[in-house]
C-alpha cells in the first residue's frame, strides 16, 4: 500500500486559492510566458550560437530531450503529491521534511531571484525604446519600478485575469517569431536551407558543452505547472498535460526558430555576425527577410515579453511563499488571501515590495542593470532551479523505489534514474560554466553559486513543523 496521502497541512477556507480557475490551457499559458520566449529567443539565443557555432539548434532539442526525461518521473508521481508546491512538495513526499524544507526555501530563492532580475531587462529596453522612437532616455529603474506596480496589480487581481493577459502577449511575442522564421524558409536563408546543424560534427563540439547552460536556461519554469495544482479544475489531468504541451512547444519552438536564424546568415557566417552582432543578431535577420517594421514591433515586444515573464514568475513566487505559508514554514501572515479574487494577494504585496527595496538598492548604487543585477540574480536563480530538478528527480527515485506494488513502477524507475544522472550532468555542467553566464571574476561566481548549497542546508536544518496552521 502506498504511504498515507492524507494532507499534513491543509489550508482553512479563509485563506484557500480559487479552486477550479485554470484548466490545462490556462496553466500552460502561465508557464509559456514565464519562459519568455521573444526575450529568450532575441536576447539570449544568439549567445548560444557563439558558443556551440551552428550546432546551437541541436543544444535546444537536447535540453528539451532531457526535460522530457526529467517530466516522466514528475507527471507519474503527481498523483501521489496532495498538495500544490512544485519542488518541496514533490522532494518531501520522496525524501522526507528536512529535505523538502531545505528545497521549499531554495525554491523561494531561486525564482525570487529569476523573478526580479526579469526586471533589469525591462528597464534598459525600455529606455532603448524610447531613445529610438521618441529620442528620449530615461534611467532603467524608473520603468522597471512601473514594472513592478503592473506586475502586482495583475497578480493581485487572480489568476484568470493573469491567464487573460499572458495568453494575448504570447501569441503575440510567438507570431512576432514565427513571422521572422516563416520569412527565411520561404526565402530559402543566405546560401539555401541546410540541416548541418543537426550533423554530430556540429553537435558533439567543446563550444556545445558551455552552449548547453543557455539551452538548459532556456526551459526554466516548465515544472512550475504542478504550482498552481489546488487552483486547477482536474489536477491529474491538466497539471500532466500542461506539463507535456509546453515542453513540445518550447522544444520545437526553439530549435526551429534558432536553426531559422542560421539560415538567415547562413551556416559559414553566422559565427561571426553573432561575435559581431549579438544584442542586434535577430533584429537584422526580421528587418532581412520580413521588413523593419517587424524589428520594431520586435523591440516593443520585447517589453511585453519581459512583464508576461514577470508575471508568471510573480504568481509562482506567491503560490510557493503561500503554500510553504499554510504549511507553517513562512509566516502565516503569507497564507492570507484576498477576499474577492482569492489570490495569495498578502504575498504578492511582500514579494512587490521586495522587488522594489532590490531594483532600488542597485539603482542607487549606480549598478549596471545588465552586468551586475541580472548577473548577481538570474546566477543562483538558474542554477538553484537546475539543482532543485536533479533532487526533484532523486525523489521521483526513492519514492518509486520504496512503493513497489505502484504501476509502471519498473520502467518509471529506469527513466528517472537516468534524469536522475543526467539532471546532476547538467548541474555539474552549469556551476563549470558560470563564467559564461555571469561574465564575472572568480570570486563574485564563488558567491553567487555559494548561495545555492548554504540556502539548501539552511532549509534543511530547520524542517517544517509536521502539522499546518
Known amino acids: 500500500m502506498v504511504e498515507s496521502l492524507t494532507p499534513q497541512a491543509v489550508a482553512p477556507p479563509d485563506r484557500r486559492l480559487r479552486q477550479g480557475a485554470l484548466g490545462t490551457s490556462g496553466i500552460t ?5 514565464a519562459a519568455a520566449p521573444l526575450t529568450v529567443m532575441a536576447g539570449i539565443a544568439p549567445l548560444s550560437i557563439l558558443l556551440g557555432g551552428i550546432g546551437a539548434p541541436a543544444g535546444y532539442l537536447i535540453a528539451c530531450l532531457v526535460m522530457a526525461l526529467f517530466a516522466v518521473g514528475f507527471i507519474a508521481m503527481t498523483k501521489y503529491v496532495d498538495r500544490p508546491g512544485a519542488f518541496y512538495a514533490y522532494v518531501e513526499r520522496g525524501l522526507g521534511r528536512r529535505a523538502g524544507s531545505g528545497a521549499g526555501l531554495l525554491a523561494l530563492l531561486a525564482y525570487n531571484g529569476i523573478q526580479i532580475s526579469g526586471y533589469a531587462i525591462l528597464g534598459s529596453s525600455a529606455d532603448l525604446v524610447l531613445r529610438t522612437f521618441f529620442g ?32 494575448v502577449l504570447l501569441a503575440a511575442e510567438a507570431v512576432a517569431l514565427a513571422l521572422v522564421a ?12 541546410s540541416l548541418e546543424s543537426f ?21 526554466l519554469g516548465f515544472e512550475s505547472t504542478a504550482v498552481y495544482r489546488s487552483e486547477a479544475r482536474d489536477p ?3 497539471v500532466p498535460r500542461a506539463t507535456v504541451v509546453t515542453l513540445a512547444f518550447l522544444g520545437i519552438f526553439y530549435t526551429f526558430v534558432v536553426w531559422s536564424v542560421i539560415q538567415a546568415f547562413g551556416p559559414e557566417r553566422v559565427v561571426a555576425v553573432s561575435v559581431e552582432n549579438t544584442k542586434n543578431m535577430f533584429y537584422i535577420a526580421a528587418e532581412r527577410y520580413a521588413g523593419a517594421w517587424i524589428a520594431d514591433v520586435m523591440k516593443v515586444l520585447i517589453l511585453t515579453s519581459v512583464i508576461a515573464s514577470a508575471l508568471a514568475f510573480h504568481n509562482t ?10 504549511r507553517g514554514m513562512l509566516p502565516a501572515t503569507l497564507s492570507r488571501v484576498h477576499p474577492l479574487h482569492r489570490s495569495p494577494s498578502t504575498a504578492g504585496t511582500w514579494q512587490s515590495l521586495v522587488s522594489i527595496v532590490v531594483i532600488s538598492g542597485f539603482a542607487a548604487a549606480g549598478s549596471d542593470p545588465y552586468r551586475t543585477m541580472l548577473i548577481w540574480l538570474n546566477t543562483p536563480g538558474i542554477i538553484g532551479v537546475v539543482l532543485l530538478q536533479a533532487i526533484t528527480a532523486l525523489a521521483v527515485v526513492v519514492f518509486f523505489w520504496r512503493n513497489p506494488q505502484l504501476p509502471r513502477r519498473s520502467s518509471i524507475l529506469g527513466v528517472a ?12 555542467v552549469l556551476v563549470r560554466y558560470t ?9 563574485t561566481n564563488a558567491v553567487l553559486v555559494g548561495l545555492v548549497p548554504v540556502v539548501l542546508l539552511l532549509g534543511f536544518t530547520r524542517p517544517a513543523p509536521r502539522s499546518g496552521k
Open 435 to 443: 563564467d559564461i553566464l555571469t561574465g564575472a571574476g572568480m570570486t
Open 29 to 33: 499559458l502561465m508557464v509559456l510566458s
Open 236 to 238: 491529474d489531468r491538466s
Open 136 to 167: 528620449v532616455g530615461v534611467h532603467w529603474a524608473v520603468p522597471a519600478l512601473l514594472g513592478v506596480l503592473l506586475v502586482w496589480f495583475l497578480g493581485h487581481r487572480g489568476v484568470e485575469v493573469g491567464a487573460r493577459v499572458l495568453g
Open 182 to 193: 516563416g520569412a527565411v524558409v520561404v526565402q530559402g536563408g543566405a546560401n539555401g536551407l
Open 417 to 428: 534514474l537516468v534524469s536522475l544522472v543526467l539532471m546532476a550532468g547538467v548541474t555539474g
Open 199 to 219: 550533423h554530430p560534427s556540429h553537435t558533439f563540439t567543446a563550444g556545445m558543452a558551455a552552449a548547453l547552460t543557455v539551452c538548459f536556461g532556456s526551459f
Open 317 to 326: 513566487v506567491n503560490r510557493y511563499a503561500h503554500s510553504l505559508a499554510v
